[in-house]
């Protein structure tokens, strides 16, 4: 019956490698690390998350929802959507809940893997779908250990706490500090903002959808089809081409909303202090038509004076104030490099991963990596982590590894399929000649796109190309033996 496949991680990516797996009529199971499924949203509970894709484009294109309620929904609603997809999916059955791979070795021709429970068994394939934004990084800020009050992570909110009237105060300036802002600046009794950089914050409504249209959509799925490709290409033909550098008349139309949006902003000092110094597209842009807002209001005060550290009362800065707080959010970003960590994996020769990729990781078509036969990812080295939604993503991914569990399959026993050294280092060559064309390169910003070498690990080329570049694996490209 098939290949014996291991997914790891039972987010939006497992859950899609597994529907396909599985449809393809092989042996799936899935292994999670947490106690349920859901992936970022089960880990973002922050008030006021919400997904800054289209809800009708953040949908597996084989599990469309004539539901969503909200033109961006929030992250509860999209973590019911994984759950009902899992579920209609024949997906949910196969998760092992709690249990963290920490190995995965190939012996022979085969992957054991074992997992916090123990030895899990060997399997002939494994698909590693472990997410990119998913290990919490607290900042290195002297005395945050020092701190009287409740502090935490952006993705680690205490499930109990409620702000009301509280003085809090947030570290960081990029979607989850900018969502958390505009949710509870209304009923804090002060919100301290402390900005390192500012953010360009592009304005888009998030209207609800009426009842009459949802039905509409249950009614007639091929409205909700015809939805998802004007949406698609208004993200990925117009949103994405521009920031690759294929479409500077799109660009010019993001740059010149995110500064009509900041022009909401009445105190010519404090829009000063929100107006970033780099290009527009060059962080992750920052999707809000209440930040502002919020940032006016009486309850906030935006910080720019440097944190110089933490103490018992609350946060000083450089000009020797002391910021009193009862909370304080670190919305720090994650470790986008250290995904599969602290996983071990060794492929052919006792090569292990971590060296592999100690400088900077690399992969062919971000999916397959020299030495490790039938190891594959989904979001690996060079995914589009900032140009498409990353369910469209996923789902080209997961299609490209299903092309190769068929050449792997195709020998009289499971065959070992691993990208060949050369047709990798081209790839890798074209990906780095091509990223100076991209506004995360050219556009003079920091972000947790470039990787520790310097190097930014997103995907440089148009969705055309991305697609493309997944429709089929080339056999010339790997080893099969
Ligand atoms: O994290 P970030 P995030 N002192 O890395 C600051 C997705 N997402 O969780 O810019 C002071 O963007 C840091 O400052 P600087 C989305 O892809 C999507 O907000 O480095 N400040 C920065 O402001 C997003 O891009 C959604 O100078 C410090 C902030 O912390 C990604 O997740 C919602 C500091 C980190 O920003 C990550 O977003 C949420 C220090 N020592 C997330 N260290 C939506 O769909 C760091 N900072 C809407």
């Known amino acids: 019956m098939g290949l014996r496949i291991a997914v790891i991680g039972a987010g939006a990516s497992g859950i899609a490698a597994a529907a396909r797996m599985r449809a393809a009529g092989h042996d799936v199971q899935v292994f999670e690390k947490a106690a349920r499924l859901g992936g970022t949203w089960r880990e973002n509970r922050y008030p006021g998350v919400a997904c800054d894709i289209p ?40 998760i092992r809940c709690g249990e963290e791979v ?20 060997a399997f002939d394939l494994v698909i590693a779908a472990m997410g990119v934004l998913h290990k919490p990084v607290l900042p290195a800020i002297p005395g945050r250990e020092a701190f009287a009050g409740r502090s935490f992570h952006s993705a680690r909110w205490p499930e109990d706490l409620s702000l009301d009237g509280l003085r809090v105060g947030v570290i960081g300036t990029g979607s989850s500090a ?5 949710a509870v600046a209304d009923r804090v009794a002060r919100i301290a903002l402390f900005q390192r950089t500012p953010q360009w914050i592009f304005s888009v409504p998030n209207r609800p959808i009426a009842a009459a249209k949802r039905e509409a959509f249950a009614a007639e799925p091929e409205r909700m089809r015809g939805l998802y490709d004007m949406l698609g290409e208004a993200m990925n033909g117009r949103f994405a081409a521009a920031l690759v550098g294929r479409n500077p008349e799109a660009l010019a139309e993001i740059e010149a909303n995110c500064r009509a949006n900041l022009a909401r902003v009445r105190d010519p000092d404090l829009r000063a202090r929100l107006t970033p110094d780099y290009e527009v597209g060059c962080k992750r842009l920052v999707i809000s038509d209440r ?17 110089e550290r933490i103490e018992a009362e609350g946060v000083r800065t450089g000009d020797g104030a002391l910021h009193a707080l009862d909370v304080l959010v670190f919305a720090t970003g994650f470790d986008t490099f250290n995904f599969h960590r602290p996983m071990k994996v060794i492929g052919r020769a006792g ?6 990729w100690a400088g900077s990781s690399r992969a062919l078509r971000s999916v397959a990596v020299p030495g490790y036969p039938n190891f594959f990812f989904v979001g690996g080295p060079n995914s589009p982590i900032g140009n498409f939604s990353f369910l ?19 020998g009289e026993a499971p065959r070992l399929v691993e990208p060949r050294e050369d047709a990798t280092q081209d790839w890798n060559a074209r990906l780095e000649a091509a990223m100076p064309g ?9 972000s947790w796109y470039f990787d520790r070498s310097g190097k930014v690990a997103s995907w440089p080329w148009t969705y055309e190309d991305f697609t493309a570049s997944l429709a089929r694996p080339d056999p010339a490209e790997f080893h099969l033996a």
């Open 291 to 307: 930040f502002y807002e919020a940032i006016q209001s009486p309850a906030a005060q935006l910080v720019t004076d440097p944190i």
């Open 55 to 94: 809800s009708h484009l953040y949908r597996f294109s084989f599990a469309p929802n004539p539901d969503w309620s909200m033109e961006y929904a929030g992250g509860a609603e999209i973590l019911a959507y994984l759950d009902r997809a899992a579920r209609d999916l024949g997906v949910a059955g196969l």
């Open 102 to 121: 920490r190995r995965a070795a190939l012996e022979g021709r085969r992957w054991r893997l074992t997992t916090t429970s123990g030895d899990a068994g």
């Open 178 to 182: 900018t969502q958390i802002v505009s």
């Open 351 to 356: 090569r292990d991963l971590d060296d592999d």
């Open 392 to 410: 469209m993503t996923a789902e080209a991914q997961v299609g490209f590894i299903a092309g190769l569990a068929d050449l792997v399959e195709a």
């Open 438 to 446: 991209t506004v995360w390169a050219a556009g003079g910003c920091s």
